[in-house]
T-cell receptor
Framework: EPEVTQTPSHQVTQMGQEVILRCVPISNHLYFYWYRQILGQKVEFLVSFYNNEISEKSEIFDDQFSVERPDGSNFTLKIRSTKLEDSAMYFC?????????????FGDGTRLSIL | SQQGEEDPQALSIQEGENATMNCSYKTSINNLQWYRQNSGRGLVHLILIRSNEREKHSGRLRVTLDTSKKSSSLLITASRAADTASYFCATDAGETSGSRLTFGEGTQLTVNP
């Protein structure tokens, strides 16, 4: 069964540095998402992306964050000037374009640790 | 309080028993989805129930949806130790494709062998 793949599985970064989290969505999917889960908390929506632009973003997704689809397969989340509170699991997800009521399929996540 | 609240927060049962988890939400929805998360892993999609559906089955899973009460339940029958995980409900309230999911706090299910 097709999967969403995320790399790296664990990223350790010094506070203030920039990180790029990478995702390869399922190949025939056209909607892409980033969510995060701070340890012990619920999964929170960050941003959705369709047709090479952001379609929706949450209040968490401020100027520190950006997303990009640099080629036909990858979808990236860039976090600039990282802060301690950015430490979390970051999940990428994708879904098809075939109407509403489509499930989102998630990757295994990248654990981001800011020191 | 939050969209998508599950109860109980934690549930411990013996193998072979049934496990029931509940979810409540606050806004109108297009669909409600249940996900499973093993410790330290990603979210695995289990089942999606549309707002015009009342019950749905998938293998040992049974999901109900009551839009008048804004609640859903997930029943896992004949539980196994491998069912031990966190279970989350997530609501899709968007008007178009590609809308955000709003997750609940989750229920930690432990199935004892």
């Amino acid at each position: 069964e097709p999967e969403v793949t995320q790399t790296p599985s664990h990223q350790v970064t010094q506070m203030g540095q920039e990180v790029i989290l990478r995702c390869v969505p399922i190949s025939n999917h056209l909607y892409f998402y980033w969510y995060r889960q701070i340890l012990g908390q619920k999964v929170e929506f960050l941003v959705s992306f369709y047709n090479n632009e952001i379609s929706e973003k949450s209040e968490i997704f401020d100027d520190q964050f950006s997303v990009e689809r640099p080629d036909g397969s990858n979808f990236t989340l860039k976090i600039r000037s990282t802060k301690l509170e950015d430490s979390a699991m970051y999940f990428c997800a994708s879904s098809t374009e075939q109407g509403i009521n489509q499930p989102q399929h998630f990757g295994d996540g990248t654990r981001l640790s800011i020191l | 309080s939050q969209q998508g609240e599950e109860d109980p927060q934690a549930l411990s049962i013996q193998e072979g028993e049934n496990a029931t988890m509940n979810c409540s939400y606050k806004t109108s929805i297009n669909n409600l989805q249940w996900y499973r998360q093993n410790s330290g892993r990603g979210l695995v999609h289990l089942i999606l129930i549309r707002s015009n559906e009342r019950e749905k089955h998938s293998g040992r899973l049974r999901v109900t949806l009551d839009t008048s009460k804004k609640s859903s339940s997930l029943l896992i029958t004949a539980s196994r130790a491998a069912d031990t995980a966190s279970y989350f409900c997530a609501t899709d309230a968007g008007e178009t494709s590609g809308s955000r999911l709003t997750f609940g706090e989750g229920t930690q299910l432990t199935v004892n062998p």
